[in-house]
């Protein structure tokens, strides 16, 4: 699977972005996508997951501005952020894998978190 962030950007507090993380190589017929966040100096954390039966997961700290979707037919998944906050500086990464290995959404973001192969990311400064 080869994922790949764009959408990343400046902006001030209380605005917004769309970030998108387009996939290819992916032939799950069951899986869980999500975002994660690594802001300078801290750990990376899981913000936000969707499956492949459209259920969602959002980290308590974006729930209420966060909003993530996606197009099966371009094989594209989006995280529009709205009323941004300075603590959401940081470098926002996708990941994608099969239902069938992780079991969960939930189990997906915390053992995604301890593996490697990571994307280039996308950057996002909130001032």
């Known amino acids: 699977v080869q994922l790949v962030e764009s959408g990343g950007g400046s902006v001030q507090a209380g605005g917004s972005l769309l970030l998108s993380c387009a996939a290819s190589g992916y032939t799950y017929s069951r899986y869980c996508m999500g975002w994660f966040r690594q802001a300078p100096g801290n750990e990376r954390e899981g913000v936000s997951t969707i499956d492949s039966d459209g259920g969602t997961t959002y980290a308590d700290s974006v729930k209420g501005r966060f909003t993530i979707s996606q197009d099966n037919a371009q094989n594209t998944m989006f995280l529009q952020m709205d009323r941004l906050e300075p603590e959401g500086t940081a470098m926002y990464y996708c990941?994608?894998?099969?239902?069938?290995?992780?079991?969960?959404?939930?189990?997906?973001?915390?053992?995604?978190?301890?593996?490697?192969?990571w994307g280039q990311g996308t950057q996002v400064t909130v001032s």
């Open positions: 990941a994608a894998g099969p239902l069938l290995t992780y079991g969960s959404s939930t189990t997906f973001l915390a053992r995604r978190l301890t593996e490697g192969n």
